[in-house]
């Protein structure tokens, strides 16, 4: 009988998801467990999982970045000026070392990779980090802040050209922020389309939380 305890509720959960097998062998379970056993497992079923470190790197920043920035291993002209910056990479513009690329510079996928993560810790996080209330975020309210960073830049906050969002921030005006964030999309240009969509990504991103 020992030998059945190595059974996987999760894969079994996930296999007869949606089934009335799953309802009757929830009921059984939920029958057969003592109550205290089940109060716990509520209230860690309920639990809101802790804020991830302050300093960590968002992973829903980087996936929303790698889907709006997409990965270019040769160096190519900004697409809104046609020239300057030169990117490269998941749209970095500067080498770690902070030099500048120029045209003809190209890079591996692990260098483009680990740039995205170093500049993102490095030159994005400090400034995100000093924005009230970082601390409480979650993951998918840091990643948006991080991908909006990462496209308009990381002292955003604060800023002249950045006034409504900054209050939305400044206040705690949570519910505000996606519709704050999609004010920033450069309307009438030859990106606001690309720039809609991503602003719609991260308003998302932060209302999944």
Same mark, same amino acid.
């Given at each position: ?38 109060? $716990? &497992? !509520? ?6 999982? *802790?804020? %991830?470190?302050?300093?960590?790197? @968002? ?7 790698? $889907? &709006? !920035? ?6 190519? *002209?900004? %697409?809104?000026?046609?020239?300057? @910056? ?124």
């Amino acid at each position: 009988m020992r030998k059945n305890m190595s059974i996987n509720f999760k894969d079994a959960l996930k296999y007869f998801k949606g089934t009335a097998q799953e309802k009757k062998a929830l009921n059984y379970l939920q029958s057969k467990l003592p109550e205290d056993v089940l109060v $716990e &497992f !509520e209230r860690l079923w309920k639990e809101k999982p *802790p804020a %991830p470190p302050a300093d960590a790197v @968002p992973e829903s920043g980087l996936k929303l970045i790698k $889907e &709006f !920035e997409g990965c270019h291993l040769s160096a190519y *002209p900004d %697409p809104l000026t046609g020239g300057l @910056p030169i990117t490269i990479g998941w749209g970095s513009t500067r080498r770690a070392d902070g030099s500048h690329f120029q045209m003809g510079d190209t890079l591996t996928q692990e260098e483009a990779d680990n740039l995205l993560i170093e500049q993102c810790k490095n030159e994005f996080l400090p400034a995100l980090q000093k924005i009230p209330h970082w601390g409480e975020m979650s993951d998918g309210q840091r990643g948006a802040l991080l991908s909006f960073a990462y496209n308009l830049g990381a002292g955003f906050y604060g800023g002249n050209d950045f006034n409504t969002i900054t209050k939305r921030l400044k206040n705690k005006e949570w519910d505000l922020v996606p519709d704050a964030l999609y004010l920033y999309r450069n309307p009438g240009s030859n990106v606001e389309a690309g720039l809609a969509r991503r602003r719609k990504a991260e308003g998302e991103a932060w209302k999944k939380g």
